[in-house]
């Protein structure tokens, strides 16, 4: 081997060392600032990463596009749903009264509230688009309560990082990083197009995530958990983050 | 003989000698990549479509609205209206994932070679079509020989004739950053930061839809490319583009 291929080896060896300590420099950054998705693991876990930590970087303040009252679609699309639960009928007979929301995990006071408990905190409304990840959209008016207030009432602890949120309907729950349940926009809608939240759109109470694809806004709300690590993704198959 | 001077002359400013690389290796290299990458796109774009093959124009649609254009095939869902009484397994999941996987992919491997294209001059020497070349009269003369199939000439082999400079600038400047835009346009986080890169479009059924368009005309540019290199010989300018071996016209040999 001559000296200079010698040198070059070296050379080679430094700059692979170097490259190496970067990405672990550059995994602690991304970790400590929230860029690493939970599914980032796997085959496709480089690309959902890459699209995770670009958006945030992008997005962490910014503000879903509202709409003027004259574009909301109307009628608005219901996609379908599995038929509802014998505990959803057994509520919605009753009118909901009895419909609760818990929230617990990593809160200073766990809770438990009425939908009229919900409805006393101040009120958001927002005229957004619900983009379904099949390609189809429709504009709605929601209404509702901000999900960081209800969070902040609960005593959000600082060492949360995800909050799951789970349907009366079996194995139907998502989570959202904090970036995303502060959010201003995301709400604990029980209202829409200045009537009651339907059924078929998710009433009694569904929470719209409206940077996000239609998946992430689970119908029929009742339990709410804040957590530093999740065990499961939810929507099984499809993306955990789905603000594409 | 003036064509003899053009090959000498389109030999010296691609490569010094006839023992040079055909194609750099970076461009052999990021070629392939971007094949693999947009056939995944490809794979994984169909199958999303088969989730809701109706199109619209604007900001909204669903099937509640009237549909720009649909096509006649069954679907993965079942609130999708299409006549045939069954509906396919949803293959969304590894479809989205794939896609934006691939994206990535395409994305870098592009930056990669859009920054080495400008700073090697690969763009002025290989893509830009030479001076004497920007008119619409040479142009047309380039499609009129295009069309006769006539046989490649020496120079040919070893740089790019004036359609193929057009068309590939074309693809590269103009289609693939389309619909990398088109794509990003339809994610509700990125709008959120850049809302004019969905309203310029005209709403976000708009952007889907050229989305969509855009892909059809990447696929009719990969179809044309194949027959092309099929007709000048398939197997020396596959060859070319994988080791680099300098391609032999039937002339040269």
């Known amino acids: 081997m001559s000296p200079v291929s010698r040198r070059t080896m070296i050379r080679r060896g430094f700059a692979a060392a170097a490259g190496l300590s970067g990405l672990a420099v550059a995994e602690r950054i991304a970790d400590r600032y929230g860029l690493v998705p939970p599914d980032h693991g796997g085959i496709y876990g480089p690309g959902e990463t890459l699209t995770y930590a670009a958006q945030r970087l992008l997005t962490r303040r910014s503000l879903a596009r509202e709409f003027s009252r004259s574009q909301v679609s109307n009628p608005p699309f219901a996609n379908e749903t599995a038929p509802p639960s014998a505990q959803f009928t057994r509520l919605q007979a009753d009118g909901f009264k009895e419909w609760r929301l818990a929230i617990d995990g990593l809160v200073a006071q766990p809770a438990s509230l009425s939908l009229d408990d919900i409805k006393r905190f101040p009120v958001r409304r927002q005229i957004t688009e619900i983009a379904c990840e099949e ?14 207030d209800v969070l902040r009432a609960a005593g959000i602890m600082p060492q949360a990082r995800y909050v799951v949120y789970r349907s009366i309907q079996p194995n139907w729950w998502e989570s959202i990083d904090m970036a995303d349940a502060l959010h201003p926009q995301t709400l604990l809608a029980y209202a829409m197009n200045d009537g009651d939240l339907p059924v078929t759109f998710g009433g009694p109470l569904r929470l719209r995530v409206p940077r996000q694809l239609g998946y992430k806004s689970v119908k029929y709300i009742t339990r709410l958990t804040a957590t530093d690590k999740l065990e499961s993704l939810g929507t099984g198959e499809y993306a955990w983050y789905a603000g594409i | 003989m003036p064509e003899t001077a053009l090959s000498v002359d389109r030999m010296t400013t691609v490569a010094t000698g006839t023992d040079a690389p055909r194609h750099a290796a970076l461009v052999r290299v990021t070629h392939w990549l971007t094949t693999l990458s947009f056939l995944a796109l490809l794979v994984s774009g169909l199958e999303i479509v088969v989730s809701h093959p109706r199109f619209y124009w604007g900001e909204t649609g669903n099937v509640l609205t009237p549909a720009l254009f649909s096509f006649p095939i069954p679907s993965s869902r079942a609130t999708v209206p299409t006549g045939y009484g ?50 619409v009269q040479s142009f047309s003369r380039a499609v009129a020989q295009h069309f006769r199939f006539a046989r490649p000439v020496a120079a040919d082999a070893s740089s790019y004739n004036l359609v193929q400079r057009v068309t590939y600038v074309l693809v590269i400047f103009v289609l693939f950053p389309f619909v990398i835009w088109t794509g990003l346009a339809m994610s509700p986080a990125f709008v959120s930061a850049l809302p004019l890169t969905v309203t310029m479009l005209g709403g976000r059924q708009s952007a889907r839809t050229l989305h969509f368009l855009a892909s059809v005309s990447l696929v009719a540019f990969l179809l044309i490319h194949v027959v092309m290199v099929w007709f000048a010989g398939f197997g020396t300018r596959v060859m070319a583009m994988i080791t680099g071996a300098p391609a032999r016209t039937r002339e040269a040999e």
């Open chain 1, 135 to 148: 390609g189809w959209s429709y504009i709605a008016e929601w209404i509702g309560t901000p999900l960081v």
């Open chain 2, 86 to 135: 069954y509906v396919l397994p949803d293959q969304n999941g590894w479809s989205r994932y794939l896609h934006f996987e691939a994206a990535w992919i395409l994305v870098l491997t592009g930056a990669l070679y859009v920054i080495w294209g400008a700073w090697s001059g690969h763009f002025r020497t290989n893509l830009l079509p030479e001076a004497s070349d920007r008119s």
